[in-house]
């Protein structure tokens, strides 16, 4: 069932477990199906996370019609979420068009100008009753080696203190040394700014850039308030792994379907060991019971 997040990513946060949020490549059938099949089978809330870019190809709202179908033929908390949004206007889009938890991500500009435009985007989101999370402390970009592209920003505690001063987000993502792409070697993953973040807010946090970061690591990082965690690398190559396979291992006779079920079943696959990762395993009931049925 399509739902809003926000308490239920407050219970996960008390009670020690995360949310797993997975990119779908932009309103992927295969990807979202094989999604909402692991979660319903392992009774998991679930986040179908879209990036605006990978929508370019059918469009945002074929995202939002294709999430909010297969969100509705499963009977646990399913919702869908803008990520990584850098502007008001796209924010804006989102909630029009049905997103139910939007991200804004002001880290690139100044303290003082990313909680000007969180606040913005938390108040007009209010209207729709949905989430926002928020971010401090730009992610590393990596290139296709995994070598950094751009300067990371670990975030600094009393930043991030001045921060939830000035702007009230219902979810906060903090740059420690986390990045989006495979990583080269052994990630520099800073817990101790999240030991020092949990000392003042019990705000339940995200962490992104999980892929190719160790378990142990995200366990840990579960452990001191993190309720939501992002997959999307990891997802999107076991897609195509997967669909190569099929190619070469299936009698398809060119029917694309079949190639699609055989993906889609093995990604489910996928989607299970992140939901165990997670430990949302059973966590549906509960969260249901936390979570309001958006119609």
């Known amino acids: 069932m399509l739902v809003t997040n926000k308490e239920a990513l407050e219970d996960a ?6 949310i797993p949020a997975i990119n779908t490549q932009g309103g992927n059938y295969d990807i979202i199906w094989a999604i909402c099949r692991a979660a319903e089978e392992m ?7 879209h990036y605006v870019s990978t929508g370019e190809y059918a ?38 068009l049905g997103f139910t938890s939007v991200m804004i991500d002001g880290s690139s500009r100044s303290t003082e100008e ?22 401090i402390g730009e992610l ?39 990045a989006h792409g495979y990583y080269k ?7 101790d700014i999240l030991k020092k973040v949990r000392e003042f807010t019990d705000i339940p946090l995200v962490l992104h850039g999980c892929t190719g970061m160790s378990e142990d690591t995200i366990k840990e990082a579960i452990g001191l308030g993190v309720a939501k965690i992002n997959f999307g690398t990891e997802i999107r190559y076991k897609y195509v792994e ?48 936390a979570m309001e049925a958006v119609q």
């Open 43 to 49: 009774r998991s809330p679930i986040i179908l996370a």
């Open 185 to 191: 070697g052994k990630p520099d993953i800073r817990l």
């Open 59 to 96: 469009g945002n709202d074929w995202f939002v019609e294709v999430a909010k179908w297969c969100a509705n033929k499963v009977s646990v908390p399913v919702s869908i979420h803008l990520d990584h949004g850098d502007s008001f206007e796209i924010c804006k889009e989102a909630l029009d």
């Open 242 to 289: 997967h669909y190569e396979e099929g190619l070469k291992e299936l009698n398809h006779q060119g029917h694309s379907w079949k190639l699609s079920q055989f993906a889609n079943e093995k990604l489910s696959e996928d989607v299970k060991a992140i939901i165990r990762l997670a430990g949302s395993e059973g966590k549906a009931v509960k969260s249901e019971a």
């Open 140 to 178: 590393v970009r990596l290139d296709g080696d995994g070598a950094v592209a751009e300067n990371k920003n670990v975030a600094d505690p009393e930043e991030v203190r001045k921060f939830l001063s000035l702007c009230q987000p219902d979810s906060l993502a903090i740059g420690i040394g986390n």
């Open 114 to 135: 990313n909680a000007e435009l969180t606040d913005r985007v938390v108040q007009e989101a209010r209207k729709y009753g949905v989430m926002v999370e928020a971010e």
């Open 13 to 18: 946060a008390r009670n020690g477990y995360a």
